[in-house]
């Protein structure tokens, strides 16, 4: 029995069977598969850990009552309702609340360790860099780098890179001349599914219930998308940029207090609901640890999905403690980019979240980073890292 609506919490008892499950969402004509662990905590009742090729999302907010289940994830707006059918099988549905109370995809989960996809013996091999397009002839057509690692027994991990940020930890298999990839977050519920033809591949992509569209990719080792650095600039004769929000608790914070002003300072962009904001968040949180007693600030300014102030502050400060953010977090406002960029002046358009701005100890921008690509991307996330932490060292040198 599924429940009629999203955010009507269950009366909700036992638990489902310890070991690896696979749950399948229901997206219409596909189905997205994903696997997850189910733990028995040290204090007493369990918990779930779900993957996504080396990403785990460890899942502690699970109520039940009855045969009924309530789960939680742990950063973004969405939880999953269900019936546990016995002790091995789960049915219900995944509610995405920030995209209303309709917003609902229907799965069914099995204790099984059988892989995420059902696969044959590989014909096609995809490891390296695909020049990708997804929507190609569309207004809404972009480019894509997909960056796959394929295993002797045909299992896939990579992504997709573009001009505003990866498509995180993708997961999947080549079976025969097909390409299927999946990841589940919280936020993003994703499928892709291609034939492969020698050097070329095409496909559909589905993101979640409410998009899908067609994808075709060429490999080539060479292609890069525009200079992260080069997408987002300030105002014409701008050089400095002023800003005052509020923090949680209502605080104003301004670009020219003392706490700030005349130091090396990073402006995160962000939204609580963004899965590459996360991703770049922790970087930033590492970055503040190395950089901190050399003068370095970071503010994030947060704009969020929810219209009402109170319900915005919530999500940010759930964001702030799950993620044990060290710096001030304040509210920006909505975030739709017409509303963040009226608020956010200096700038000429905002084109992504996350956007970060690193500005000099006289108050000076010296560079606009646009979008993030971040560990799933492997090497290219490493290569940034590492030109972050020198262009880092320079900053708080000037």
Not at 144 to 169: C, K, L, N, P, S
Not at 261 to 283: A, F, Q, Y
Request: glycine share 8%; net charge negative; hydrophobic share 40%.
């Amino acid at each position: 029995m599924l429940l009629s609506a999203c955010g009507e919490r269950p009366s909700l008892h036992p638990a489902p069977r310890v070991g690896t499950w696979l749950m399948h969402l229901e997206l219409g004509e596909a189905e997205l598969p994903f696997q997850f662990d189910v733990l028995e905590r040290d204090s007493g009742g369990w918990h779930m850990r779900i993957h996504n090729a080396a990403e785990e999302i460890d899942v502690s907010e699970i109520e039940s009552r009855g045969d009924s289940l309530f789960v939680r994830m742990p950063l973004f707006d969405s939880e999953f309702q269900a019936r546990l059918l016995n002790d091995t099988i789960i049915e219900g549905v995944w509610c995405n609340l920030l995209k209303g109370p309709e917003y609902r995809i229907p799965f069914r989960a099995w204790h099984t360790a059988a892989p995420r996809f059902d696969h044959e013996a590989p014909r096609a091999h995809v490891s390296g860099s695909w020049r990708s397009v997804f929507s190609a002839g569309a207004p809404e057509a972009y480019e894509a780098i997909g960056i796959f690692e394929q295993f002797d027994d045909g299992r896939v991990h990579g992504t997709f890179m573009t001009e505003t940020g990866d498509y995180r930890f993708l997961e999947g298999a080549v079976s025969g001349d097909s390409l299927m990839l999946s990841a589940f977050d919280g936020s993003h519920a994703f499928l892709f599914h291609a034939r492969v033809l020698g050097d070329s591949m095409a496909g559909r992509f589905w993101s979640g219930t409410h998009w899908q569209e067609p994808w075709h990719a060429a490999r080539d080792e060479q292609y890069r998308l525009r200079d992260p650095d080069s997408l987002t600039t300030l105002q014409p004769g701008t050089q400095a940029i002023t800003f005052t929000f509020p923090d949680l608790d209502g605080h104003p914070w301004s670009s020219t207090d003392p706490d700030l002003k005349g130091l090396p300072l990073i402006v995160h962009v962000m939204g609580s609901w963004c899965p590459n904001c996360v991703d770049e968040t922790r970087l930033l949180k590492e970055m503040h640890q190395k950089y901190q007693s050399r003068g370095l600030r970071i503010v994030a300014i947060g704009f969020e999905k929810q219209q009402d102030s109170t319900a915005a502050i919530a999500a940010l400060r759930r964001f702030k403690e799950r993620l044990d953010v060290p710096y001030p977090v304040l509210l920006g406002g909505p975030a739709a980019k017409e509303q963040a960029a009226a608020r956010l002046p200096f700038l000429n358009h905002l084109i992504s979240y996350p956007t970060c701005i690193f500005i000099d100890r006289a108050g000076h921008v010296r560079r606009i980073r646009t979008g993030f690509n971040g560990p799933g991307t492997g090497e290219h996330y490493a290569a940034y890292r590492a030109d972050l932490e020198s262009f880092l060292d320079t900053l708080v040198m000037r």
